[in-house]
């Protein structure tokens, strides 16, 4: 499956206009700053919550696939998220980067991650063209050359890039680029998804966190379901969290979100409760 959509991303690279893409990433007002954006929601004592609008996945097939994205994100906004991860993948995900393009111009503005597979520097163009403000990263689809040309080129625009690791072999190509001196790996996310098998654990966060050194700002993806895991996340050392199909699946998505980010039932803000009861399909 992934041998699949790695060479269907590939025929859809071949496709895009790299100058035009240039152009149009440099005419951009300056991203917010991502990385911040998650450490102001940390004195709470909570990993920061990243909320994933997401229709679809390989793995689990269709979630939800009527789901109004602009309203489940200001449902994410006004419950506690403290940034958004948007799937722009079409062929297998059921992304967009048209909703990409409209949260970067709507309110709330929350900073946006671009959740894809990026191969390529047209790519990164285009996730700042869209309005990104940081890009994923997958350290195990990308060689180490790669891997520093794309985390550059996105710290050139102004972008966060969070690299993405499951195993120990990822993490050390990861870590490299900072032991070399450049800076480039703020930011890490352990996918707790193998993407061979799509199997699911928090043992790999569990496994992989101690060994990242202090001053690189730790994502765990995937997998994560209830406040429980959260609480057994947090005493790890981790910094913030990614989730999308536990929120897109819940009855009452506000309440998930609040629960998950560690707000109290109180964080949900009068116009979000006017909003239809969460409802958003």
């Known amino acids: 499956m992934l041998d699949r959509m790695l060479a269907h991303k590939r025929a859809e690279i071949q496709r895009l206009d790299l100058p035009a893409l240039q152009r149009r990433a440099l ?8 990385l911040a954006g998650l450490r102001s929601a940390q004195p709470r004592a909570r990993p920061a919550l990243i909320a994933e609008l997401k229709r679809a996945s390989p793995s689990r097939g269709i979630l939800a696939l009527d789901i109004d994205l602009t309203q489940l994100a200001r449902i994410y906004a006004e419950n506690g998220a403290a940034a958004l991860s ?5 062929a297998f ?5 048209d909703t990409l393009r409209a949260l970067s111009l709507g309110t709330p503005r929350l900073p946006l991650l671009r959740k894809d597979f990026i191969l390529s520097t047209a790519q990164v163009y285009e ?6 403000d940081a890009i994923l990263l997958i350290a195990s689809i990308l060689d180490e050359a790669e891997l520093r040309d794309l985390c550059g080129l996105a710290r050139e625009l102004g972008m966060a890039a969070m690299v993405e690791v499951h195993s120990v072999e990822d993490l050390e190509r990861a870590l490299s680029m900072a032991e070399s001196g450049d800076r480039m790996t703020p930011l890490i996310g352990i996918n707790n998804r193998d993407l061979r098998d799509f199997s699911v654990s928090l043992d790999t966060t569990v496994r992989l966190r101690p060994l990242i050194p202090d001053g690189v700002f730790v994502v765990a993806e995937s997998g994560i379901r209830s406040a429980e895991d959260v609480a057994r996340l947090a005493k790890i050392g981790v910094d913030a969290i990614l989730v999308g199909e536990a929120l897109v699946t819940a009855p009452d998505i506000g309440a998930k979100v609040r629960e998950l980010a560690g707000m109290g039932p109180g964080g949900l803000t ?4 006017e909003s239809a009861e969460n409802k958003i399909l």
């Open 27 to 34: 005419d951009m007002p300056p991203p917010r700053d991502f």
């Open 93 to 97: 995900f059921y992304g967009s980067l």
């Open 270 to 273: 009068a116009e979000c409760a």
């Open 86 to 90: 948007v799937l722009t993948d079409e």
């Open 127 to 132: 996730s700042r063209a869209a309005g990104a």
